[in-house]
């Protein structure tokens, strides 16, 4: 594959539940991203991991939010006991690295919480 | 932390004409600014972006221009076509293009061009 697959894309929940998404990067990129796309706004940094280590987390991931990333490769991110202002899309993005910026997000899972 | 504005919000321009979308910068440390393209129900794309080295970069039908003393810079879209109609962010990083955690996002433009 040769790009950013994300799981699920949509998720509806109650407030108070769990949910988790997925995220597998581009094969064998060592950076992965997460962000988060509220309606009407551009995507905010949550946090990025360097292979499996996590190395910076936003102001924005409230102790209800854990990301992991075994093994180096694919992505999850917990919300937990959710919220009504969790509802946003969850971007995930691989760097294409080299001498480009370019981030590769993938379609994204958009949470809505009832 | 820097903060990015971004005018305006929404855009309609007539086919085959220019659009123009601006936006500003608070930290004169930023130093890489992308803009991506996000049409409806799909991810965002980086259509182009440019260094603080240089002063205007152009892709086909797309340039941008960055004035560091001024802290703002710009997208151009000549000769629009339908296709052309999205949301565009403008971003900025104090840390340069290899740091994603760095980028600030604009709030975006809806651009509509009518055909």
């Known amino acids: 594959d040769t790009g950013v697959s994300q799981d699920p894309r949509h998720k509806i929940t109650k407030r108070g539940q769990n949910v988790t998404f997925r995220c597998d990067p581009i094969?064998?990129?060592?950076?992965l991203y997460w962000y988060r796309q509220t309606l009407g706004q551009g995507p905010e940094f949550l946090t990025y991991?360097?292979?499996?280590?996590?190395?910076?987390k936003s102001r924005l991931l409230s102790d209800r939010f854990s990301a992991e990333r075994p093994k180096g490769s694919f992505s999850t991110l917990e919300i937990q006991r959710t919220e009504q202002g969790d509802s946003a899309m969850y971007l995930c993005?691989?760097?294409?690295?080299?001498?480009?910026?370019?981030?590769?997000f993938g379609e994204g899972s958009r949470l809505t919480v009832l | 932390g820097e903060n990015v504005e971004q005018h305006p919000s929404t855009l309609s321009v007539q086919e085959g004409d220019s659009a123009v979308i601006k936006c500003t910068y608070s930290d004169s440390a930023s130093n890489y600014f992308p803009w991506y393209k996000q049409e409806l129900g799909k991810r965002p794309q980086l259509i182009i972006d440019i260094r603080s080295n240089v002063g205007e970069k152009k892709d086909q039908r797309i340039a941008v221009t960055l004035n560091k003393t001024a802290k703002h810079f710009s997208l151009h879209i000549t000769e629009t076509q339908p296709e052309d109609s999205a949301v565009y962010f403008c971003?900025?990083?104090?840390?340069?293009?290899?740091?994603?955690?760095?980028?600030?996002f604009g709030p975006g433009t809806r651009l509509s061009v009518l055909p």
């Open positions: 094969s064998e990129h060592n950076r």
């Open positions: 991991f360097q292979n499996e280590a996590q190395l910076e």
């Open positions: 971003a900025a990083s104090p840390a340069g293009y290899n740091y994603g955690q760095n980028f600030v």
């Open positions: 993005a691989s760097p294409l690295g080299g001498d480009t910026g370019e981030l590769f």
